[in-house]
């Protein structure tokens, strides 16, 4: 009994029976208690199980945000199998990589992304058994595992059924890589529960609360930020497919929401919608900013219609919360991300030499607790790299003040995010590189009004081969999910280069930003 002190798959069982008939999900109207929600879990649970499915094996998910989505997590979490969910945001191509990285035993797909699906599995050698979600399809005919060639799959060989510890793995979400390849990070029950009590010891959900859901299921924050604390609490989620600003601000309005997360990009477009001025957000009490800092304009305009802020930073690997403002400081640290949450341990360190700085000191962040995760999936190189002396190295150059307060200033690994989506330069890098005509390419991000930044790729060209921005944007629409499409194409004679050979992309980005392009003496410089 011990083992299973953390695990999540008692939560919809305790809320049952202590909150049975509370609304659980509220998805678009159609509601599931607690009590339905813990039936159907548990009943998916056991037929999974009853079917040859064991501890460690893994069930993809291709869907939006559902109810029926929601089960399958929470049937996962009862059952000790790890749930996969992979963005409907990304290209056939991209989604045939993360398959193979995750090699599940099952993919759950919701019916709109059925041709998705179909132009996905056709590229790989073994796909696995695809099903739909919900009552009429997997909670209805659950069938056989199959597992590849690469062993049985799990992270135990062959899979067992055994009571659920709280190191087992529960979700593996994949985030950009440096290298251009996206990795899986493990999250365990632990990693979630502990995460989730920090989040409530710093913005604290009740079972009162009415929380609304427009982060995608396949982002950690999807579920990590505030979902799952709510359904620990016995709070009511609303959940939104998509976000629409007029559309969340009616809800606001006539759900009587009162909190919500989302990135800089989301309070902007609904600041900037017609009726943001007349809707009544009196029952939003308060609201998380993730993904990017809070620009000091926007943070007014929420502050004088009367909505709390609270503003951090945190990364998939750390499940992803490590800091936070809250409201009490926004008004007065505007441009920081703040002090550790409860149960986070965090540390400076010298990006050249590794040492830990003290006191005043700008490095690289370090982070380490019982939130943060074991590693990537089948990727022990690379686990051992970011897991290196005990800490979590995030790659995040910061600068920690007289007071302890954090300031990103910039990420080391050159991954710029893009209305709260992460984007690696070297995958679009890949891409564009692939095109006859290109002999040399950069991309790195640029700010963003609306996005907080966009890409732009630099391109070098081959002489005699021809080729236009409109030719190297479709091939990158073609191959890429669409947030990661650069903005537009710059064609210069040459790259600036360190000594090393390295691309300056950070002479890329002040020039653009200064003038829109980059000058024949960037392009020289050393």
């Not at 045939?96 to 993919?107: G, K, S």
């Not at 132009?119 to 597992?147: C, F, N, Y």
């Not at 005509?437 to 996005?451: E, K, L």
Request: glycine share 8%; charged share 20%.
């Amino acid at each position: 009994m011990t083992d299973e002190l953390h695990t999540l798959g008692r939560w919809t069982r305790d809320r049952a029976v202590a909150t049975p008939d509370r609304v659980a999900v509220d998805d678009r109207g159609v509601v599931l208690t607690y009590r339905e929600l813990d039936e159907r879990a548990s009943a998916l649970a056991e037929n999974l199980l009853d079917r040859g499915y064991g501890v460690g094996d893994r069930i993809a998910t291709i869907t939006g945000n559902s109810a029926d989505h929601v089960v399958v997590f929470f049937a996962c979490a009862k059952a000790g199998l790890v749930l996969v969910p992979l963005s409907w945001r990304l290209s056939p191509r991209e989604l045939a990589l993360q398959l193979e990285q995750a090699d599940p035993a099952l993919l759950l797909v919701e019916d709109e992304f059925t041709t998705l699906s179909v132009a996905t599995t056709r590229r790989l050698v073994q796909p696995p058994v695809v099903r739909s979600l919900g009552g009429s399809g997997i909670e209805a005919d659950v069938p056989h595992p199959v597992r590849s060639a690469r062993g049985q799959g799990g992270f135990e060989d062959p899979p067992v059924r055994r009571e659920v510890r709280d190191d087992d793995a529960l979700l593996i979400v994949f985030t950009s890589g440096t290298q251009g390849r996206p990795h899986g990070a493990i999250l365990t029950h632990g990693n979630c529960f502990w995460t989730n009590l920090a989040l409530s010891r710093t913005a604290e959900i009740t079972s009162s609360d009415i929380v609304l859901a427009v982060m995608p299921q396949y982002h950690v924050g999807g579920w990590n930020v505030q979902p799952l604390l709510a359904w620990w609490v016995g709070a009511t989620v609303v959940l939104e497919r998509t976000f629409d600003p007029g559309r969340v601000l009616q809800l606001i309005q006539e759900r009587r929401i009162t909190t919500t997360m989302g990135v800089p990009a989301n309070y902007l477009f609904l600041s900037e919608h017609p009726a943001f001025a007349t809707t009544d957000l009196s029952s939003l009490r308060h609201a998380i900013v993730g993904g990017a800092p809070m620009p000091e304009p926007l943070l007014r305009t929420w502050h004088s219609r009367g909505v709390a802020l609270t503003q951090g930073y945190g990364l998939t690997e750390a499940s992803p919360n490590v800091l936070c403002l809250p409201d009490e400081d926004a008004r007065t640290k505007v441009g920081l991300a703040g002090k550790p949450y409860p149960h986070v341990e965090v540390a400076v360190a010298d990006p050249v030499t590794g040492d830990e700085l003290e006191g005043e000191a700008s490095g690289e962040l370090l982070v380490r607790g019982p939130s943060v995760f074991p590693g990537y999936f089948r990727d022990p190189e690379l686990s051992a790299v970011t897991l290196r002396g005990g800490w979590l190295h995030t790659g995040d150059l910061v600068h920690r003040d007289a007071q302890g307060y954090f300031r990103v200033i910039d990420r080391i690994s050159d991954i710029y995010i893009s209305g709260g989506e992460s984007i690696s330069p070297s995958e679009v890098e890949n891409v564009l590189s692939g095109h006859p005509a290109v002999a040399d390419v950069a991309v790195v991000g640029v700010p963003d009004d609306r996005w907080g930044e966009v890409g732009v790729a630099f391109v070098v060209l081959r002489h005699g081969v021809p080729t236009d921005e409109k030719d190297l944007l479709d091939l990158c629409r073609a191959q890429l999910a669409a947030f990661k499409v650069p903005k537009s194409v710059v064609m210069l004679s040459r790259l600036p280069r360190s000594s090393a050979n390295k691309v300056l992309r950070r002479v890329l980005v002040e020039d653009y930003t200064a003038s829109g392009r980059v000058d024949t003496a960037a392009e020289a410089r050393p």
